[in-house]
């Protein structure tokens, strides 16, 4: 019988948190502590692989025997990352900026397993935000629920009502892209099976 290895999350995400306990799996959470910084010509989806894979490897160094997960998100709207916003100001001068428009969620995803050996990949899914005035930015904003979000909104929270619609993968803008969680799992030898983790073969 195979081993399954214990599962580790290496992000403080709530939302990562709750994608995994949806699934039923069981889990202990190892933020990582990284430089978050964006390189000089770096691209979104280059920029959230690259954290995706530094966080996971700077995990499993600590746990050599557990299967480690990290995951970054952002949203990119004129070719520029939002992250976190920085303060209240700094969001509602994101929500303002998506009004009425469409941007994109890139969320990349690591799995590291053993320790010297991540794979990784990137979901990328359209949001379009409904039109709406300053004001309701800045109730939103007061709410609190933007302040720790990229793009300064959540969509499975309060942020759902300025959604007009998505083409992709509803986890990906959540911040965990399911399908592709499972797709790396696969190709590190494991399969999830409805609630837990089972033995694949490895590709």
Known sequence: MIEIPPLVLASASPRRRECLDMLGLRYTVHPARISEHERP????????????????????????????????????????????????????????????????????????????????????????????????ASAYVATGEPLDKAGAYAIQGLGASLVSEIAGDYYTVVGLPVPLFFDLLR?????????????????
């Not at 299967?67 to 998100?73: F, N, S």
């Open 41 to 136: 010509g770096e691209s979104a989806v280059e920029y959230v692989e690259r954290l995706a894979q530094e966080k996971a490897l700077t995990v499993a160094a600590q746990f050599p025997e557990a299967l480690v997960l990290a995951g970054d998100t952002v949203v990119v709207v004129d070719n520029e990352i939002l992250g976190k916003p920085e303060d209240s100001a700094e969001a509602k001068s994101m929500l303002i900026r998506l009004s009425g428009r469409s941007h994109t969620v890139a969320s990349g995803v690591a799995l590291a397993f053993p320790p010297d050996n991540v794979r990784s990949g990137v979901s990328t899914t359209e949001v379009v935000f409904r039109p709406f005035q300053a004001e309701i």
């Open 187 to 203: 190709e590190s030898g494991w399969e999830y099976s409805f609630g837990s983790l089972v033995g694949g073969e490895r590709a």
